[in-house]
């Protein structure tokens, strides 16, 4: 390694998203979105169709971003 080359460290995660896979009712295509917490139309980017979702528990979002430091309690302790 030369001098202007730097060493690469592994990077931890800054925060963490909860992903939820809604079918699309019209192809069948899995959609992810992230904690929807609200009532409102998924837009399905392989068919172009738009269908209503069920909303997720906003609480049980926190809750389990809460029990996991956010994402910081999932980090492999090998790599600290």
Request: proline share 10%.
């Amino acid at each position: 390694m030369n001098a202007r080359q730097k060493a690469l460290l592994p990077v931890k995660p800054a925060r963490m998203e909860i992903i939820y896979l809604y079918p699309c009712p019209f192809c069948g295509r899995e959609l992810p979105l992230a904690s929807p917490t609200q009532a409102s139309l998924a837009h399905c980017d392989m068919c172009k169709n738009q269908f209503p979702i069920v909303p997720v528990d906003e609480r049980m979002t926190r809750f389990l971003k809460l029990v996991n430091a956010d994402g910081k309690a999932a980090i492999d302790q090998d790599y600290l």
